[in-house]
């Protein structure tokens, strides 16, 4: 990592906002609007988008053969051919394989020897609705099994009651628990509903020293969504111009295209700049994105429209 | 390759094609459009593109006879286009808009070239817009006379538009007139003609009939052509203040009806509890949008202390990243100025701030015609950036400490088009909204338009509105609204003649008090030989008294209708109670109707409902119907105490203050209100009454730059009072019927401020 990790500060209440739904819908529509990537530009941040990607399994069919494959997929994201066709002098990787607690170990033993991290959900995801003493000793399990990222999910009762002191506390336990391990802080913005709220969570997940503020479990109803993307990455910039300390971002859920891709991306170089679009502040938490991220490099390489079955799956 | 730009993730070049619109420039030279096909291009003018300095096309300067001859061909087509059902009317504005739809990557192109705005603007902007004007205007033309019985369109219509949105106020124009069953004549600005040539070709595959819409180039003289040919029924104009105030003048007296959309300086009120990345945003798209040439443009910042460094600190941040370059690039921000002539007047601008204490932050642009985004900070209301409009992506920046003076800042302007406000607190928003002279409000948002939304000014940003019904009716008059006749010449000032009877002794009416003439003058008002007393020989003193007095009487304006109807109906309670002695100057009937009169007003008092329009997102819309403050009112000669309140009572009746300037040969009835006026709760300085010369009086309120409004039942004074009334742009009314009543005397004493709310929880 480039930079230090946030250590987090005391709860601050002042700096919690109002945030206006209709001027952040109009901002992120016109943001992916006012940017255009064409040719070599486009499958750059392609490949950039792989390298930011949380490549994910957290379903409950979820089996040792299922994990290997995916992470076999991470090491391997794209083809010879294309690789080679892109004039890439290696194989890319992707930025973290995300399972569930149990099979990390899994993916660890996997992954061993591509420096690829494993990311892991804890806190009882993805509700989180468990005593915290389990949440704890949860990811103290997921780091004990070789986890280098654990992902929580907070208590969105805390959002929805103003119980900001609880929600400060809480994350700021799960970050002790976490040790040497990063902290992604699961909003589980859906469920949350208003900017206001979103704004306020990512704010006392940051004081409480989250390493990352992310959106979604990928279960709510709403997932990541670009309004929703840009409060996040705005309350970001304001930690970071109050404390000096930086946090990365990640959507997660819903973003199923190469497109969804560029968007996202463009969303932080423009927001948050340059820094933000590399893997140690920036993950895409998607399972079947790479795959039209793929076809959309293959076309870019030959000329000719891709076919799913072409290419090998996660 | 492709690992350098992992390195830097730099977004690299994506221009639009440009192809389609240098295929269809090549039909060039342009003729113009005259009856339903195009001519052979005649003295000819470059049109260039700004971004690259290179020429698009040259298309052909409108003389007077071509404009002659779009007249002539206007008026032939006019019986037929004005006779067909609305039905057919709107077939032709629906295949219009289908037409358009089917061509608007060209559209969108050539409008690129042509101004130097970003492909991306055009395209999503200016395009659709364009559509969606034409689609709600082909359901106006279905529902024109079901919907404003007793109406008819004026004839044919000189439109005259500027470079800053060339389609779209050619759709703002053209979609309304001929919705209302007008025929019109179009000059495109000089500097960007041809989505308006390509437009005429639309025309052509709609079927429209010849003559129904026709197009000429050209520069300021072929626009004055236009203005100034007996032909033309309406002028509507859109461009600066300084050429609006010329086309007053110049039809001063013509009985052209007029709508003016000039230029404006508008606020944008940011405060303490505004959401202030959003306001930030909003500051891109009122000043960084379309090179910051847009007429609404929220070019003064108004920001509250308490946020003021945060605030400005945000925006500098932002501006960095604002891209400036190729229009056609789908990554731009900004585009190219619209002429050299444009970039060098901003430039000579933003040098006379900096001179006068402005601190310049300026972003960055390439050579050429760009201009750099820009924020001038402490810029004092003394400094020309904070009054003049720059036409230009340079926003000037000032704090305020409360409410008040944020309002104070904001009005502090001769122009009223737009205000922008921002604030997470709806009580205080409204507030404001109320408060600020404009006329179109965006609360948490900027330069949102829809078709069913009327957009015009206040004050010296011009009169009438675009959009929606309000628009609608600027493009037809009532069926009774006979042409002009010549007018009696004002009478001289009687003679002196001797007393007969008791004197009585009359006096202006001032501020609530009865005061003599400054002057120290009277004369004779004399009846039938016989001399019915005297009248006070009011001066220019005079009316600047009243109208001062006048000003002071706002509470008037904020008392609610239901307040102002009881004083109305107070009012004609003791009209009633002083019949008798009114009869010594007025027959019995006309008191009847004055106080019939009173009772009609008062009724409508709180009766004349504002609106909420349906438009295009999730926003209330709502068309506020607002007095305009302080209004002059030339009375008839006929029918004196009816016709002076035939005025008086519908412009108080909506809360306007008036200064009335009594018939010259018979003023003592209309003086001798002063009484009754006193006596009813009339507050001091809402209803003022003058006498004297007639032709001095009403130039001098013409003139004054203080009353917002204009009535006069005076023709034979029309062409002198339109023509002094250019100074501060009011807008006058000929009344055709100065006895007469109803809603049409309401609907004048109003202006239209619409005010958009999105919401979302």
Same mark, same amino acid.
């Given at each position: 990592?480039?930079?230090?990790?946030?250590?987090?500060?005391?709860?601050?209440?002042?700096?919690?906002?109002?945030?206006?739904?209709?001027?952040?819908?109009?901002?992120?529509?016109?943001?992916?609007?006012?940017?255009?990537?064409?040719?070599?530009?486009?499958?750059?941040?392609?490949?950039?988008?792989?390298?930011?990607?949380?490549?994910?399994?957290?379903?409950?069919?979820?089996?040792?053969?299922?994990?290997?494959?995916?992470?076999?997929?991470?090491?391997?994201?794209?083809?010879?051919?294309?690789?080679?066709?892109?004039?890439?002098?290696?194989?890319?990787?992707?930025?973290?394989?995300?399972?569930?607690?149990?099979?990390?170990?899994?993916?660890?033993?996997?992954?061993?020897?591509?420096?690829?991290?494993?990311?892991?959900?804890?806190?009882?995801?993805?509700?989180?609705?468990?005593?915290?003493?389990?949440?704890?000793?949860?990811?103290?399990?997921?780091?004990?099994?070789?986890?280098?990222?654990?992902?929580?999910?907070?208590?969105?009762?805390?959002?929805?009651?103003?119980?900001?002191?609880?929600?400060?506390?809480?994350?700021?336990?799960?970050?002790?628990?976490?040790?040497?391990?990063?902290?992604?802080?699961?909003?589980?913005?859906?469920?949350?509903?208003?900017?206001?709220?979103?704004?306020?969570?990512?704010?006392?997940?940051?004081?409480?020293?989250?390493?990352?503020?992310?959106?979604?479990?990928?279960?709510?109803?709403?997932?990541?969504?670009?309004?929703?993307?840009?409060?996040?990455?705005?309350?970001?910039?304001?930690?970071?111009?109050?404390?000096?300390?930086?946090?990365?971002?990640?959507?997660?859920?819903?973003?199923?295209?190469?497109?969804?891709?560029?968007?996202?991306?463009?969303?932080?170089?423009?927001?948050?700049?340059?820094?933000?679009?590399?893997?140690?502040?920036?993950?895409?938490?998607?399972?079947?994105?790479?795959?039209?991220?793929?076809?959309?490099?293959?076309?870019?390489?030959?000329?000719?429209?891709?076919?799913?079955?072409?290419?090998?799956?996660? | 390759?492709?690992?350098?730009?992992?390195?830097?993730?730099?977004?690299?070049?994506?221009?639009?094609?440009?192809?389609?619109?240098? @295929?269809?420039?090549?039909?060039?030279?342009?003729?113009?459009?005259?009856?339903?096909?195009?001519?052979?291009?005649?003295?000819?003018?470059?049109?260039?593109?700004?971004?690259?300095?290179?020429?698009?096309?040259?298309?052909?300067?409108?003389?007077?006879?071509?404009?002659?001859?779009?007249?002539?061909?206007?008026?032939? +087509?006019?019986?037929?286009?004005?006779?067909?059902?609305?039905?057919?009317?709107?077939?032709?504005?629906?295949?219009?808009?289908?037409?358009?739809?089917?061509?608007?990557?060209?559209?969108?192109?050539?409008?690129?070239? @042509?101004?130097?705005?970003?492909?991306?603007?055009?395209?999503?902007?200016?395009?659709?817009?364009?559509?969606?004007?034409?689609?709600?205007?082909?359901?106006?033309?279905?529902?024109?006379?079901?919907?404003?019985?007793?109406?008819?369109?004026?004839?044919?219509?000189?439109?005259?538009?500027?470079?800053?949105?060339?389609?779209?106020?050619?759709?703002?124009?053209?979609?309304?007139?001929?919705?209302?069953?007008?025929?019109?004549?179009?000059?495109?600005?000089?500097?960007?003609?041809?989505?308006?040539?390509?437009?005429?070709?639309?025309?052509?595959?709609?079927?429209?009939?010849?003559?129904?819409?026709?197009?000429?180039?050209?520069?300021?003289?072929?626009?004055?052509?236009?203005?100034?040919?007996?032909?033309?029924?309406?002028?509507?104009?859109?461009?600066?203040?300084?050429?609006?105030?010329?086309?007053?003048?110049?039809?001063?007296?013509?009985?052209?009806?007029?709508?003016?959309?000039?230029?404006?300086?508008?606020?944008?009120?940011?405060?303490?509890?505004?959401?202030?990345?959003?306001?930030?945003?909003?500051?891109?798209?009122?000043?960084?949008?379309?090179?910051?040439?847009?007429?609404?443009?929220?070019?003064?910042?108004?920001?509250?202390?308490?946020?003021?460094?945060?605030?400005?600190?945000?925006?500098?941040?932002?501006?960095?990243?604002?891209?400036?370059?190729?229009?056609?690039?789908?990554?731009? @921000?900004?585009?190219?100025?619209?002429?050299?002539?444009?970039?060098?007047?901003?430039?000579?601008?933003?040098?006379?701030?900096?001179?006068?204490?402005?601190?310049?932050?300026?972003?960055?642009?390439?050579?050429?015609?760009?201009?750099?985004?820009?924020?001038?900070?402490?810029?004092?209301?003394?400094?020309?950036?904070?009054?003049?409009?720059?036409?230009?992506?340079?926003?000037?920046?000032?704090?305020?400490?409360?409410?008040?003076?944020?309002?104070?800042?904001?009005?502090?302007?001769?122009? /009223?088009?737009?205000?922008?406000?921002?604030?997470?607190?709806?009580?205080?928003?409204?507030?404001?909204?109320?408060?600020?002279?404009?006329?179109?409000?965006?609360?948490?948002?900027?330069?949102?338009?829809?078709?069913?939304?009327?957009?015009?000014?206040?004050?010296?940003?011009?009169?009438?509105?675009?959009?929606?019904?309000?628009?609608?009716?600027?493009?037809?008059?009532?069926?009774?609204?006979?042409?002009?006749?010549?007018?009696?010449?004002?009478?001289?000032?009687?003679?002196?003649?001797?007393?007969?009877?008791?004197?009585?002794?009359?006096?202006?009416?001032?501020?609530?008090?009865?005061?003599?003439?400054?002057?120290?003058?009277?004369?004779?008002?004399?009846?039938?030989?016989?001399?019915?007393?005297?009248?006070?020989?009011?001066?220019?003193?005079?009316?600047?008294?009243?109208?001062?007095?006048?000003?002071?009487?706002?509470?008037?304006?904020?008392?609610?209708?239901?307040?102002?109807?009881?004083?109305?109906?107070?009012?004609?309670?003791?009209?009633?109670?002083?019949?008798?002695?009114?009869?010594?100057?007025?027959?019995?009937?006309?008191?009847?109707?004055?106080?019939?009169?009173?009772?009609?007003?008062?009724?409508?008092?709180?009766?004349?409902?504002?609106?909420?329009?349906?438009?295009?997102?999730?926003?209330?819309?709502?068309?506020?119907?607002?007095?305009? /403050?302080?209004?002059?009112?030339?009375? +008839?000669?006929?029918?004196?105490?009816?016709?002076?309140?035939?005025?008086?009572?519908?412009?108080?009746?909506?809360?306007?203050?008036?200064?009335?300037?009594?018939?010259?040969?018979?003023?003592?009835?209309?003086?001798?209100?002063?009484?009754?006026?006193?006596?009813?709760?009339?507050?001091?300085?809402?209803?003022?009454?003058?006498?004297?010369?007639?032709? @001095?009086?009403?130039?001098?309120?013409?003139?004054?730059?203080?009353?917002?409004?204009?009535?006069?039942?005076?023709?034979?004074?029309?062409?002198?009072?339109?023509?002094?009334?250019?100074?501060?742009?009011?807008?006058?009314?000929?009344?055709?019927?100065?006895?007469?009543?109803?809603?049409?005397?309401?609907?004048?004493?109003?202006?239209?401020?619409?005010?958009?709310?999105?919401?979302?929880?």
């Amino acid at each position: 990592m480039a930079h230090t990790r946030n250590p987090g500060v005391p709860l601050a209440l002042e700096d919690l906002v109002s945030v206006n739904r209709p001027a952040a819908e109009r901002r992120a529509a016109s943001l992916v609007a006012r940017r255009s990537l064409k040719g070599a530009h486009q499958a750059a941040w392609l490949l950039n988008a792989i390298a930011c990607m949380d490549l994910t399994t957290l379903a409950g069919d979820d089996t040792p053969a299922r994990v290997r494959r995916l992470c076999a997929k991470a090491r391997r994201p794209l083809s010879d051919e294309v690789v080679a066709g892109l004039g890439l002098s290696e194989m890319p990787k992707t930025g973290a394989v995300c399972v569930y607690p149990t099979m990390v170990a899994t993916a660890v033993d996997a992954l061993a020897g591509s420096g690829i991290p494993v990311a892991s959900v804890a806190t009882g995801f993805p509700a989180g609705l468990m005593p915290l003493d389990l949440r704890l000793a949860e990811i103290r399990y997921a780091v004990d099994q070789g986890a280098q990222e654990i992902d929580i999910v907070i208590t969105r009762a805390h959002v929805l009651g103003g119980a900001w002191t609880a929600l400060h506390d809480e994350v700021a336990a799960m970050r002790e628990a976490c040790g040497a391990a990063h902290l992604k802080a699961i909003l589980a913005t859906g469920d949350l509903v208003t900017l206001t709220n979103v704004h306020a969570a990512s704010l006392v997940a940051m004081q409480a020293g989250a390493d990352f503020i992310k959106t979604s479990t990928g279960k709510e109803t709403v997932n990541a969504t670009l309004p929703v993307g840009l409060t996040m990455c705005r309350a970001i910039r304001e930690y970071r111009a109050a404390t000096g300390h930086i946090v990365g971002f990640k959507p997660a859920g819903g973003m199923k295209t190469a497109k969804d891709a560029l968007g996202w991306q463009v969303l932080m170089r423009e927001e948050l700049g340059l820094e933000w679009l590399r893997p140690d502040l920036f993950r895409l938490g998607a399972s079947s994105m790479l795959a039209d991220i793929e076809r959309q490099l293959s076309h870019h390489v030959t000329g000719r429209y891709a076919a799913h079955h072409r290419h090998a799956l996660a | 390759m492709i690992t350098e730009i992992l390195e830097n993730m730099s977004y690299g070049p994506a221009p639009e094609s440009d192809a389609l619109a240098r @295929d269809w420039l090549a039909r060039g030279p342009f003729g113009h459009f005259i009856n339903g096909r195009f001519t052979k291009p005649g003295v000819l003018f470059e049109t260039r593109d700004p971004a690259r300095d290179a020429v698009l096309a040259e298309v052909s300067q409108g003389s007077e006879a071509d404009v002659a001859a779009a007249v002539e061909a206007a008026t032939a +087509a006019f019986p037929a286009w004005s006779a067909l059902p609305g039905y057919h009317r709107a077939r032709y504005l629906y295949a219009i808009a289908r037409q358009i739809q089917k061509r608007e990557r060209l559209f969108a192109v050539l409008e690129s070239l @042509d101004n130097g705005k970003p492909l991306r603007e055009a395209r999503d902007g200016d395009v659709p817009l364009a559509v969606r004007h034409f689609y709600h205007h082909a359901g106006w033309a279905e529902l024109v006379a079901e919907e404003f019985p007793g109406q008819e369109p004026h004839g044919v219509c000189g439109q005259i538009i500027p470079w800053n949105f060339p389609l779209l106020m050619l759709a703002w124009k053209i979609a309304p007139a001929l919705a209302a069953g007008n025929t019109v004549v179009l000059k495109p600005a000089e500097y960007t003609p041809l989505t308006a040539l390509l437009f005429a070709e639309i025309c052509v595959e709609a079927g429209l009939p010849a003559g129904v819409v026709n197009i000429v180039t050209g520069d300021g003289a072929t626009g004055a052509a236009l203005v100034t040919h007996p032909g033309v029924a309406k002028i509507a104009f859109t461009g600066s203040t300084e050429v609006g105030r010329e086309i007053r003048r110049a039809t001063a007296g013509s009985g052209k009806a007029l709508t003016l959309e000039l230029g404006g300086k508008s606020p944008f009120l940011v405060f303490a509890d505004a959401d202030l990345d959003a306001a930030v945003e909003g500051v891109v798209d009122a000043i960084w949008f379309n090179q910051g040439e847009v007429c609404c443009a929220g070019s003064r910042i108004l920001v509250a202390d308490a946020v003021a460094e945060r605030f400005t600190a945000k925006l500098r941040a932002r501006m960095e990243s604002l891209r400036v370059g190729d229009p056609l690039d789908k990554s731009t @921000d900004i585009g190219a100025i619209v002429h050299p002539r444009q970039l060098a007047r901003i430039r000579d601008l933003v040098a006379q701030g900096v001179a006068a204490g402005g601190v310049l932050h300026q972003g960055y642009a390439p050579e050429g015609c760009f201009c750099a985004p820009a924020l001038m900070l402490e810029v004092s209301p003394a400094n020309p950036c904070f009054s003049e409009e720059i036409f230009g992506p340079i926003a000037v920046v000032t704090s305020f400490r409360t409410p008040d003076e944020a309002i104070e800042l904001a009005n502090n302007t001769r122009y /009223g088009l737009a205000a922008s406000i921002w604030s997470e607190n709806l009580t205080l928003a409204l507030d404001m909204a109320a408060r600020i002279k404009a006329g179109v409000v965006w609360i948490n948002a900027t330069n949102l338009f829809d078709a069913n939304a009327p957009f015009g000014g206040m004050r010296e940003s011009g009169f009438g509105r675009e959009g929606a019904r309000e628009g609608m009716a600027a493009y037809l008059r009532p069926l009774d609204a006979t042409a002009a006749t010549a007018p009696d010449p004002i009478a001289p000032l009687p003679q002196p003649v001797a007393i007969t009877g008791i004197d009585r002794t009359h006096k202006l009416y001032i501020g609530g008090a009865q005061k003599r003439a400054d002057n120290g003058q009277s004369y004779s008002i004399i009846q039938d030989g016989r001399l019915l007393g005297h009248a006070p020989l009011g001066s220019r003193k005079d009316v600047r008294n009243a109208v001062e007095a006048a000003q002071k009487a706002g509470g008037w304006t904020r008392m609610s209708g239901h307040q102002r109807a009881q004083v109305l109906y107070f009012l004609g309670e003791n009209l009633s109670a002083r019949a008798a002695s009114l009869e010594h100057f007025v027959a019995a009937e006309q008191i009847e109707a004055a106080i019939a009169r009173c009772f009609h007003y008062a009724a409508w008092a709180d009766k004349l409902d504002a609106r909420v329009h349906d438009t295009q997102g999730q926003h209330v819309t709502l068309a506020m119907k607002e007095p305009f /403050g302080v209004m002059g009112l030339i009375c +008839a000669e006929e029918a004196p105490l009816l016709g002076a309140l035939s005025l008086i009572l519908p412009a108080i009746a909506m809360g306007n203050r008036v200064v009335a300037v009594a018939p010259q040969a018979a003023p003592l009835a209309v003086l001798e209100l002063a009484q009754v006026l006193a006596c009813s709760d009339v507050p001091g300085g809402v209803v003022n009454i003058l006498s004297g010369p007639k032709a @001095d009086l009403a130039q001098t309120l013409a003139a004054h730059e203080d009353v917002a409004a204009l009535w006069s039942a005076a023709p034979e004074l029309a062409d002198m009072i339109e023509r002094e009334s250019a100074g501060n742009l009011k807008p006058v009314w000929q009344v055709t019927d100065a006895t007469g009543q109803g809603r049409r005397f309401l609907e004048v004493a109003v202006q239209i401020k619409t005010i958009w709310i999105p919401y979302g929880a």
